[in-house]
């Protein structure tokens, strides 16, 4: 758990006194990441190196899981976080698995157990430990560089991290996979994570929550839902830009958005039952499921059917189908793609779960009944 | 002779044909069998020159490369530049007048051509090592500090690797200069081949002056060939331009 008690910067410039960060307060939950968002030079950085004492504070106290770190020794307090660096600075005449061990190795670790914990760590990011561990840093690509760097901060299993634009030097392409991979490694490991960036989508993707500066003091901290929702003033406003409402669908699921309550039926049952069943007017689809609850077809347009024979003679394709694990986003770009106005949502098992129309999506979004 | 063959060998024959040919030259001319006259001297004054190179190079490198280290200080670094343009006076100054003036203080012999030497070859290791620490990309003393890293731990773990190439190589252009000034000892009494090389001149005795001359130039390659194998060896494969 991280805490910034009125945390302040001021620099001793040529003409004066230059104030980078002003008395920003936070807290960060353990296990959670939080994204210093912000443009250049609005203090995210230099917020970020007072927590390891890069740069000393001139007011203000940082606190790492209770305990103040201005009272301990910044050496020992900087081999007890994670760093990492947008160039990454894995140390050229290091191997792989020397620059993997050099936090083990400055806190006396036994050579043997330092090892196997960089081969384990190196397995942990899908570089194989026996081709891997003996090569020079300019002999790995960019993005298998970047992945040692941050495998090397998690070396001797810090608690906290402190990432300055650890994805910046990734060319875009393989950004959101690695951003991805990073992740699905901190479900697991539960870190507790500072991460500068100045790229919005990147923090809407990263962050549990995001603290917003301009020129040094903080705007606004809330996760990235509220955020988006309610833009606390005119400049978090124009940062977020003018589509934040679209920004909004990547960070809402399927899930909370889709109608459970849905009428369903099996191809053999008769037309019949449709009429009775029907209940939402406005969105008079049936969907049919076969014996284990995945969906097979939909018949729309329930007053057009005739009155009689299976439903399996008026059933249409199911489609779009979307996850209901999905974010909306990409929910949203199926039903444009297929130019339909609405899409079945399945589970992991391909069953059926609910529906989602035009109306859900606004609703969603909006917080407010849609007039569709 | 396929072409990638010749391409490998060549590099190792060129040298050997030029010596052999050399040789021959030396033998057909009967220079060869002079020269061998001088076998005892050539002995004798080779391992003083080696011992004054060993000496002057030696302490050059054990003050020159401290030197340099503290120059490329960020404390320093305000006073860096003025008092590398001092080194550069010394330079400047011409060697014999650097003799000469070592000679004014310290008296004749071994002692002031080891100090005119040390000088001498002081100047391009200070250089290299200077601005080899300068050169470490700056985001790797960022990424060691933020890791934990005490000053020191920075300097030798880091900083000091990554310039060791330059500094060495600027070792390797020193002692090249070292070896070819140190014939000069001799005009102060300090022995070495500079012995067979002047009296030669003297003389007007081509055989004494190739006595003197050729076991020189030898050296000089033997000290550049050795500590170039060192600079390969001693700096590893991830930041050695020469190793793959």
Not at chain 1, 199 to 217: H, N, P, Q, V, Y
Not at chain 2, 163 to 176: C, D, K, P, S, Y
Request: charged share 20%; hydrophobic share 50%; proline share 6%.
């Amino acid at each position: 758990m991280i805490e910034l008690d009125r945390l302040t910067k001021i620099f001793e410039g040529p003409q004066g006194e230059v104030p980078a960060v002003c008395e920003v307060s936070l807290r960060v939950p353990a296990g959670e990441i939080c994204v210093f968002l912000g443009p250049s030079g609005c203090g995210k950085t230099t917020t970020l190196k007072m927590i390891n004492r890069l740069i000393e504070p001139t007011s203000g106290s940082v606190f790492l899981n209770g305990e103040d770190t201005g009272k301990v020794n910044p050496i020992t307090l900087r081999r007890s976080i994670g760093y990492v660096i947008q160039q990454i600075g894995l140390f050229p005449n290091k191997t792989v698995g020397e620059n993997i061990c050099v936090v083990p190795d400055l806190l006396g670790w036994d050579r043997r157990r330092a090892r196997a914990r960089a081969a384990e760590l190196l397995e942990m990011v899908g570089l194989a430990p026996d081709s891997f561990m003996d090569r020079f840093p300019n002999e790995l690509s960019g993005g298998q560089q970047q992945r040692v760097g941050v495998v090397r901060a998690l070396a001797a299993d810090p608690p906290v991290m402190l990432m300055d634009e650890p994805f910046g030097a990734i060319d875009p392409i393989n950004r959101a996979g690695i951003q991805d991979e990073f992740l699905r490694m901190q479900e697991r490991l539960k870190k507790t994570i500072i991460l500068v960036s100045h790229d919005l989508d990147e923090a809407i993707k990263m962050a549990d929550r995001i603290a917003i500066f301009r020129s040094g003091k903080l705007q606004q901290y809330a996760t990235p839902s509220d955020l988006l929702a309610e833009p606390a003033n005119e400049f978090v406003q124009d940062f977020l830009g003018s589509d934040r409402a679209l920004k909004r669908l990547s960070v809402i699921s399927v899930a909370s958005a889709m109608l459970r309550d849905v009428v369903t039926v099996s191809p053999e049952d008769p037309v019949a039952n449709l009429e009775a069943r029907s209940k939402h007017p406005g969105r008079e689809v049936a969907v049919c499921l076969d014996d284990a609850g995945r969906p097979i077809g939909m018949v729309k347009d329930l007053q057009l059917v005739p009155s009689e024979g299976p439903v399996k003679a008026h059933m249409q394709a199911a489609e779009p189908v979307v996850q209901a694990g999905d974010d909306l986003r990409t929910a949203v770009s199926s039903m444009l793609a297929q130019g339909t106005s609405l899409a079945i949502c399945a589970d992991e098992a391909g069953r059926f779960v609910g529906l989602l129309t035009w109306r859900e999506v606004v609703a969603a979004v909006s917080g407010r009944e849609a007039s569709i | 002779m396929s072409r990638g063959l010749w391409e490998r060998l060549s590099p190792r024959l060129l040298p050997i044909a030029v010596v052999l040919a050399i040789a021959i030259w030396l033998i057909e001319s009967g220079l060869a069998s002079d020269l061998l006259w001088f076998q005892e001297d050539i002995i004798y004054l080779g391992w003083q020159h080696l011992a004054l190179v060993a000496w002057g190079g030696g302490l050059a490198i054990l003050t020159a490369v401290p030197a340099g280290a503290l120059l490329s200080r960020p404390a320093l670094r305000r006073w860096s530049e003025l008092l590398l343009q001092v080194f550069n006076l010394g330079s400047t100054i011409p060697t014999l007048a650097i003799l000469a003036l070592s000679m004014t203080f310290l008296g004749i012999g071994t002692l002031p051509a080891v100090f005119g030497l040390w000088a001498i070859t002081l100047l391009p290791i200070v250089r290299n090592t200077y601005s080899g620490l300068r050169a470490v990309p700056s985001h790797l003393v960022e990424a060691a500090r933020g890791m934990g890293m005490t000053s020191w731990q920075v300097f030798w773990k880091v900083e000091l690797p990554n310039a060791l190439f330059v500094i060495i190589g600027g070792i390797r252009t020193a002692l090249a200069v070292c070896v070819g000034t140190a014939p000069l000892a001799f005009l102060i009494g300090a022995g070495g081949l500079g012995e067979l090389i002047f009296t030669g001149i003297a003389l007007n005795d081509i055989a004494m002056m190739l006595a003197g001359a050729i076991p020189t130039a030898v050296i000089a390659v033997l000290t550049d060939f050795v500590v170039g194998k060192i600079q390969y060896y001693a700096v590893p494969r991830g930041i050695n331009p020469v190793r793959s």
